[in-house]
Each structure stands twice: as structure tokens, then as C-alpha cells.
């Protein structure tokens, strides 16, 4: 006799939709910037979201967003 006590297989999360925490907008323009650090020795690679709708500007650094911007 089994008894199968184990969850629900849980699918992997769906990736949450991008939206603009003011207005809510999902719609962005897609810049990249690129930031030295304070002492020149590295520098950050920034991806840049504006918001079509209230310039609102998202930082996220590149590489491990859940979000897929290319
Ligand atoms: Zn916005």
C-alpha cells in the first residue's frame, strides 16, 4: 500500500509581467549603460528600462534578473 502524501508537482513560477510600479505601464524603452565603480578598477553593465509612460527609469544589473531582455 502506498500512500502518496508528497505535494502537487509545483511547476517553476512563471516569470512575473514586467510592469511599471507607478503607473503600471508595460511598455519600456531598452538602454544599456555602463557604470564604472569608484575606483575605475571594474565596471558595471546596467540594463535601463524607461517607461514609456512616466519615464520612470528600472536599473537592473546585467546578468541575473529573472527577466530576459534580449
Ligand atoms: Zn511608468
Request: proline share 9%; with cysteine.
Amino acid at each position: 500500500m502506498v500512500i502518496d502524501n508528497s505535494p502537487p508537482e509545483e511547476s517553476a513560477a512563471p516569470e512575473p509581467p514586467l510592469a511599471c510600479p507607478i503607473c503600471r505601464g508595460t511598455e519600456f524603452e531598452r538602454q544599456e549603460s555602463r557604470q564604472d565603480s569608484m575606483w575605475g578598477l571594474t565596471s558595471h553593465k546596467m540594463r535601463l528600462l524607461i517607461c514609456t509612460r512616466c519615464r520612470l527609469v528600472l536599473h537592473f544589473y546585467e546578468g541575473n534578473s529573472i527577466f530576459d531582455f534580449d
